[in-house]
């Protein structure tokens, strides 16, 4: 197991900013691709942002494009969100995956099957 810890989340007005942060504890060695999901209330989990952490391209989910950047540090992974709206409104999930994976539109290098998710964190955005 590799817990991930969120934090970060919190209640913004629309054009405000947030980072969040995820603490891998324990062993990481061989996780090859870290990121972010979020689900929105009555809509599908997607994927946010991922990143290699061997090095490599990132992804981005048009919608946040611009607008979010998601940096790491091998244990931890940062997504800073800026500009932020009301349809980022969601659960901010931390994803890790010991499988190197080619990026898809969606999910970027993590998949809906990755084995680590952490227990999320809310960003709630308001107009």
């Known amino acids: 197991q590799v817990p991930l810890v969120e934090s970060g989340g919190a209640s913004v007005q629309a054009g405000g900013s947030l980072r969040l942060s995820c603490a891998a504890a324990?062993?990481?060695?061989?996780?090859?691709?870290m990121g972010w999901f979020r689900q929105a209330p009555g809509k599908e989990r997607e994927g946010v942002a991922t990143?290699?952490?061997?090095?490599?391209p990132t992804y981005y989910a048009s919608s946040v494009k611009g607008r979010f950047t998601i940096s790491g540090d091998g244990a931890n992974v940062y997504l800073q969100m800026n500009d932020l709206k009301p349809e980022d409104t969601a659960i901010y999930y931390c994803?890790?995956?010991?499988?190197?994976?080619?990026?898809?539109?969606?999910?970027?290098?993590?998949?809906?099957?990755?084995?680590?998710w952490g227990q999320g964190t809310q960003v709630t955005v308001s107009s």
């Open positions: 324990g062993f990481t060695y061989g996780i090859s691709c």
């Open positions: 994803v890790a995956d010991r499988s190197r994976r080619t990026i898809m539109s969606g999910v970027g290098c993590l998949r809906e099957t990755s084995s680590y």
């Open positions: 990143y290699y952490t061997e090095g490599g």
